[in-house]
């Protein structure tokens, strides 16, 4: 009887979740899926990213997608299908998602507000702060709040910041070139990256790291 | 130089072994070893303890005790074999088998290792499986609390894949969920593939 509870809890919450958007689940019960083919894709993604989408740390840091930016989701999923940016897991993934899917899953993530799963190391938070709110001018470094906002949670195209996982984004910032941009399309955002970053030190991208991943 | 000296080690412990246990024993490795087998590789039933991941076998060792792995073998035989475990003894058990170098079950079907590995490697997007390697690592080699499974026998793989689809061990998150999308045939052919996957490509 237990087991079998806890064999329900899962769907029976996510259920939960869609039927308290109603507005929602009819905007996303959208073309081409059944609202079953939607929770069930869902806890696809969540299977890696998180039940709450928080992220999780396998072998490979897996990111948070709880309150990212449709927009953003919506250019990485291409990125990966059109391997622009290098991931054979991810581009496998997006291979099997139709646009509208897509939109439905990104949509869901963005309304998600879980707590960061932390473990990140607290004594480079204030310097990471420093570097967010005020960049560094003597490295050409520009505040990061400039593009990512205040409080770091993105907006349009540009990513949420905020409760990143933070192997995820000292990775992401020592990648750009090698990750990103692999395509000869000419309007991958991440180039902008590459040259924003490429004068901060490992120190440095630690800070920024465990700031922003501490950030609700 | 670091893998020399725990090599060193290793052969100071199967040294200390081979001799009757002595009165100051601190570590009574025989009571795992009756089952596991003399060096660890995994017997019949009991998986292979050697090479898994330190963190990994603490975890297990709890969860035993505390029930919450409620497998109908480990109901039989780990229940009561954790009993009186001390924490410091489940830590001392972890660090030890880990430290022991594994070798591979290799009991699969050979027929099922490529479509194993494409599953282990890239999941089935279509039908929501995810893809293994994210969490154990391109080469089964598992982290921290994730288990290795390059290597553990063929039926204990299947075993563990098919009991989460029947209930049991449901506090493992996300490997109930994950193992419901899987076929039968798919659960063997990644239980095949995974008996394959040798320590010493590894690391």
Redesign the interface.
Known sequence: MKVIGLRLALPAAVLALVLSAPSRADEMGGPGFSSQELRAKLDYCKTCHGLSGQGYRGYFPMPRLAGQQPKYLENQLRAFYERRRSNPVMANVAHALSPSMVAALAAHFKDLNTNPIGGAPKEPVALGKTIYELGLPEANIPACSACHGPEAKGQGEIPRLAGQLFPYTVKTLGNWSKERGQGPAKDDTSFIMAATTHNLTQAQVAAIAAYVGSLR | MKRIKSKTAIVAIVFSLAGPLSAGESLPIRNCTWCHGSSAQGFSTAPRLAGQREKYIENQLLSFSAHIR?NPLSQQYMWGATANLSPEAMRDFAAYFSSLPPKAANDGDPQLAAQGRAIY???I??A????C??????NA????E?PRLGGLSHAYLKRRLEQWGQ??H??A??M???TR?LSPNEIDALASYLSFVAYESLE
Request: with cysteine.
């Open positions: 409620d490697e890239l999941g997007a279509e929501n499986v995810a893809a390697l994210v969490c154990h690592g391109p080699e598992g982290i921290r994730i209930g049991f449901a506090a998150e996300p109930p969920q994950i999308a």
